[in-house]
């Protein structure tokens, strides 16, 4: 072979040098690459491990496991196996042809309306009277179990049965309206108790953030009828015992004493978060694994999600992170106290990190805070309301202030949850028409102003929270 046939096989051109350099290179940037996805993933599964473990530690549910745990109660001593029975003998008013749903009877009811819709709201309690004797048997428990299978993912398990809780507290509404017409106030505060220990038990059972509103609208619910009756309930002069005229003040003391008993509120609330917490804990985990969480969200595309692990467990972390301080801001006692330890950010998961799963998966805690507060102020107001009106029966006017039902009618004069500092529920006796009101969430008194809707309804989030102490709160026009 001569020397040039030896030369031309040892050359190499200029362009071939750059490719094996380029090729090189790239494999060098892939290692590197990889290399940096698979220390930031065991960085990032660690960091969420550890947060995980710490909230096993405290008590906090996690994984499936842990929310499957059950206490063994008898069923005759179970309040949730007399509340499934109720399900199961509720009877939708006047059938599956009326013209009137559940929701027309109540709004009805509280509108004063009820000679209109007479023969639908009788027929209507008649046909539920077992409903009510059964939802009665399970309020006299004293431990409720509802036993809720969890199955993975956990957002798939979490909305079964919300009309049920509705329905049955829109009964016992109707039926207190009702029997409050005929003058049998006991039997009505009776129902009204019922209500809302009804709302206590269904706090107790699964948890989730839906499941929590629907318990405010429970408790509104009671507090809209209390409103509409409270200043002509007819009181009993026997302390303790019902009569013909009306209700016991034993009675009327217990309704206020279940209102301001806000720890089955404030544990729904606390473990809606947990939940909610949970399952977006456990969706995550889904995704990184390629899978599709339900309906809600579908799974990346196979090589995409290993390259989004480090980014789905610090999104899953942080987004822990993130509810275990609304969980903290629910627990404390005021409104202001919430907005000045966690200030709301609309744009906490937004921007860049709106393509990250929890921006789809998390839904409105704060709006969900701000409407327990809510719920707190109503209770409050309608105890409120029923200590005046026994004040009234026994002095024959209401007091000029609020102070004058300490310490026979109220222990203390329930504290305005969106105050700044320690301020009581406001007072008007002498304004047209008399009210109780909250400032509402803005925190400034605006003197009891309250602002109506386009339908003539008020409008809770305008203004002032009003409570009207002669039942005669503006509704819809419909």
Same mark, same amino acid.
């Given at each position: 072979?001569?020397?040039?046939?030896?030369?031309?096989?040892?050359?190499?051109?200029?362009?071939?040098?750059?490719?094996?350099?380029?090729?090189?290179?790239?494999?060098?940037?892939?290692?590197?690459?990889?290399?940096?996805?698979?220390?930031?993933?065991?960085?990032?599964?660690?960091?969420?491990?550890?947060?995980?473990?710490?909230?096993?530690?405290?008590?906090?549910?996690?994984?499936?496991?842990?929310?499957?745990?059950?206490?063994?109660?008898?069923?005759?001593?179970?309040?949730?196996?007399?509340?499934?029975?109720?399900?199961?003998?509720?009877?939708?008013?006047?059938?599956?042809?009326?013209?009137?749903?559940?929701?027309?009877?109540?709004?009805?009811?509280?509108?004063?309306?009820?000679?209109?819709?007479?023969?639908?709201?009788?027929?209507?309690?008649?046909?539920?009277?077992?409903?009510?004797?059964?939802?009665?048997?399970?309020?006299?428990?004293?431990?409720?179990?509802?036993?809720?299978?969890?199955?993975?993912? $956990?957002?798939?398990? +979490?909305?079964?049965?919300?009309? @049920?809780?509705? %329905?049955?507290?829109?009964?016992?509404? #109707? =039926?207190? &309206?009702?029997?409050?017409?005929?003058?049998?106030?006991?039997?009505?505060?009776?129902?009204?108790?019922?209500?809302?220990?009804?709302?206590?038990?269904?706090?107790?059972?699964?948890?989730? $953030?839906?499941?929590? +509103?629907?318990?405010?609208?429970? @408790?509104?619910? %009671?507090?809209?009828?209390?409103?509409? #009756? =409270?200043? &002509?309930?007819?009181?009993?002069?026997?302390?303790?015992?019902?009569?013909?005229?009306?209700?016991?003040?034993?009675?009327?003391?217990?309704?206020?004493?279940?209102?301001?008993?806000?720890?089955?509120?404030?544990?729904?609330?606390?473990?809606?978060?947990?939940?909610?917490?949970?399952?977006?804990?456990?969706? #995550?985990?889904?995704?990184?694994?390629?899978?599709?969480?339900?309906?809600?969200?579908?799974?990346?595309?196979?090589?995409?999600?290993?390259?989004?692990?480090?980014?789905?467990?610090?999104?899953?972390?942080?987004?822990?992170?993130?509810?275990?301080?609304?969980?903290?801001?629910?627990?404390?006692?005021?409104?202001?106290?919430?907005?000045?330890?966690?200030?709301?950010?609309?744009?906490?998961?937004?921007?860049?990190?709106?393509?990250?799963?929890?921006?789809?998966?998390?839904?409105?805690?704060?709006?969900?805070?701000?409407?327990?507060?809510?719920?707190?102020?109503?209770?409050?107001?309608?105890?409120?309301?029923?200590?005046?009106?026994?004040?009234?029966?026994?002095?024959?006017?209401?007091?000029?202030?609020?102070?004058?039902?300490?310490?026979?009618?109220?222990?203390?004069?329930?504290?305005?949850?969106?105050?700044?500092?320690?301020?009581?529920?406001?007072?008007?006796?002498?304004?047209?028409?008399?009210?109780?009101?909250?400032?509402?969430?803005?925190?400034?008194?605006?003197?009891?102003?309250?602002?109506?809707?386009?339908?003539?309804?008020?409008?809770?989030?305008?203004?002032?929270?009003?409570?009207?102490?002669?039942?005669?709160?503006?509704?819809?026009?419909?």
């Amino acid at each position: 072979m001569t020397a040039s046939h030896l030369a031309n096989q040892n050359y190499n051109p200029p362009r071939f040098k750059w490719t094996k350099r380029i090729a090189l290179l790239s494999l060098v940037v892939v290692l590197v690459v990889v290399g940096l996805v698979i220390v930031a993933t065991s960085v990032a599964q660690r960091r969420l491990d550890a947060l995980v473990a710490s909230y096993r530690a405290a008590g906090e549910p996690v994984y499936v496991e842990d929310f499957n745990k059950h206490k063994d109660i008898a069923n005759d001593k179970n309040a949730a196996m007399y509340y499934q029975q109720a399900e199961r003998a509720y009877v939708e008013p006047g059938g599956n042809f009326s013209k009137y749903d559940i929701n027309d009877l109540q709004r009805a009811m509280v509108k004063g309306m009820y000679e209109r819709f007479a023969p639908e709201v009788d027929q209507f309690i008649e046909a539920n009277g077992a409903t009510i004797a059964l939802i009665q048997k399970g309020a006299q428990c004293d431990d409720v179990e509802w036993a809720h299978f969890y199955s993975r993912p $956990l957002f798939n398990g +979490m909305l079964s049965k919300l009309s @049920a809780p509705r %329905n049955h507290a829109k009964l016992l509404a #109707i =039926a207190a &309206e009702r029997t409050h017409l005929d003058r049998r106030d006991g039997e009505a505060v009776d129902l009204l108790i019922l209500e809302r220990r009804l709302s206590r038990d269904r706090s107790a059972g699964p948890a989730c $953030l839906m499941r929590h +509103m629907v318990t405010l609208s429970v @408790a509104s619910l %009671n507090c809209e009828t209390i409103e509409h #009756i =409270a200043h &002509e309930l007819t009181v009993s002069t026997d302390a303790k015992s019902q009569s013909s005229d009306g209700a016991s003040r034993e009675q009327i003391q217990a309704l206020m004493d279940v209102l301001l008993d806000e720890t089955d509120s404030t544990s729904s609330l606390s473990r809606a978060i947990v939940t909610e917490r949970a399952a977006l804990i456990d969706a #995550i985990d889904f995704l990184s694994k390629g899978k599709a969480v339900g309906w809600r969200v579908g799974a990346y595309p196979r090589g995409l999600t290993w390259f989004l692990k480090p980014l789905l467990f610090e999104n899953s972390r942080e987004s822990a992170l993130y509810l275990s301080q609304q969980k903290s801001a629910a627990e404390l006692d005021t409104y202001p106290q919430v907005v000045a330890k966690f200030p709301y950010d609309q744009g906490q998961f937004g921007g860049a990190r709106a393509i990250l799963p929890a921006y789809f998966l998390m839904p409105s805690f704060h709006r969900g805070i701000t409407l327990d507060f809510k719920s707190r102020a109503q209770r409050r107001m309608a105890a409120i309301a029923l200590a005046i009106r026994l004040f009234e029966v026994d002095r024959g006017r209401r007091p000029e202030k609020l102070d004058e039902l300490q310490p026979e009618y109220l222990a203390a004069i329930p504290r305005d949850p969106f105050a700044h500092g320690d301020n009581p529920i406001r007072y008007l006796p002498d304004a047209a028409p008399p009210l109780l009101y909250s400032v509402n969430v803005d925190g400034v008194d605006d003197g009891g102003a309250y602002k109506l809707r386009a339908d003539g309804s008020v409008d809770w989030d305008e203004l002032d929270l009003v409570f009207f102490l002669d039942g005669n709160r503006p509704w819809s026009h419909d």
